[in-house]
């Protein structure tokens, strides 16, 4: 079983940056072996999936409504994936949630993901 905790989130306005991070923690859970992800839900609609970093780092993926914008890295010594947000819309206001798959060696397909964080919160401003 793993604990993710995510922090960073807030309010800014459009245009502005934010940088959310996600710790990962398990008795059972090595970090290095396992493909994390973001995932995003604004109100009234769905959970969908907003990136993922591969296992190995060396893969990562994005939708194409963040491609361009937002980046996802890794530090395995820290137990700790990044997720940088660049020129955020206001149509990026919505809970962020950290994912890891607990199938080792993924490298990042949506479907792998099945532990989640509590979430934080992003708002942005027009």
């Known amino acids: 079983q793993v604990e993710l905790v995510e922090s960073g989130g807030g309010l800014v306005q459009a245009g502005d940056s934010l940088r959310l991070s996600c710790a990962a923690s398990g008795r059972t859970f090595t970090f290095r072996k396992s493909a994390m992800g973001w995932f995003r839900q604004a109100p009234g609609k769905e959970r969908e999936f907003v990136g993922s970093i591969s296992w190995h780092g060396a893969s990562t993926t994005y939708a194409d409504s963040v491609k361009g914008r937002f980046t996802i890295s890794r530090d395995d010594n820290r137990n700790t994936v990044f997720l940088q947000m660049n020129t955020l819309k206001p149509e990026d206001t919505a809970i962020y949630y950290c994912?890891?798959?607990?199938?080792?060696?993924?490298?990042?397909?949506?479907?792998?993901?099945?532990?989640w964080g509590q979430g934080t919160q992003v708002t942005v401003s027009a």
């Open positions: 994912a890891a798959a607990s199938r080792p060696f993924s490298l990042g397909e949506r479907s792998a993901f099945d532990s």
